[in-house]
């Protein structure tokens, strides 16, 4: 038995862009509808949460998560539309990535124990 | 402008089998037919590398690197038949994963700033 394992990560100038863990964080966010709870789910801190959300805004061309202020339900985040699409394009890509990897890696893999 | 790294990391029952890093050393074991040499090459200490070494020896069909005891040049290691194919078959997967990933990230990265 084996396993692959494949990350994939963008760099702009900036550094680090977008990689699994902003994705996973993107996703928890569209899940609980807030930052605090999409943190607390992966086992972050709320700042580091903060820090990648404040990195993935400035790094696409519009923000991918904005925060609501106030409200019956005391504030909370969304995953913009932007945000939305680039999460939808990062899954489908890294999805396909990986079938093509397990094609490619067949050769190599029969060659282990 | 960007870039996009990939890392694609092969593992089995006992770990990590094979990646980068053991792709690395097995290159520059076979360019200076010695793993001490290979691992100044790579900042890396001769037991980390003698350590991967074992790993990799250990975990396909037969050994990846073998090592000479004495002679004029005072013994050295040599890379064998199957680790000149796993790293051959290695190298030519992760390149067209590699292609392959820089196609179907095109989308996602237009929408970077």
Chains 1, 2 share one sequence.
Not at 56 to 70: D, E, H, P, R
């Amino acid at each position: 038995m084996y396993t692959i394992k494949t990350k994939i990560q963008l760099f702009n100038e900036a550094g680090n862009a977008f990689g699994p863990g902003k994705a996973q964080l993107l996703n928890a966010i569209a899940e609980f509808g807030s930052i605090s709870a999409a943190a607390k789910s992966m086992g972050m801190s709320y700042k580091r949460a903060w820090d990648l959300v404040n990195a993935m805004n400035a790094g696409f061309q519009s923000a991918l998560v904005v925060t609501k202020i106030g409200g019956s339900q005391g504030g909370g985040a969304e995953v913009t539309e932007l945000g939305l699409k680039v999460l939808s394009l990062y899954q489908e890509a890294t999805q396909k990535a990986d079938t093509f990897i397990s094609e490619q890696f067949v050769d190599l893999i029969s060659l282990l124990k």
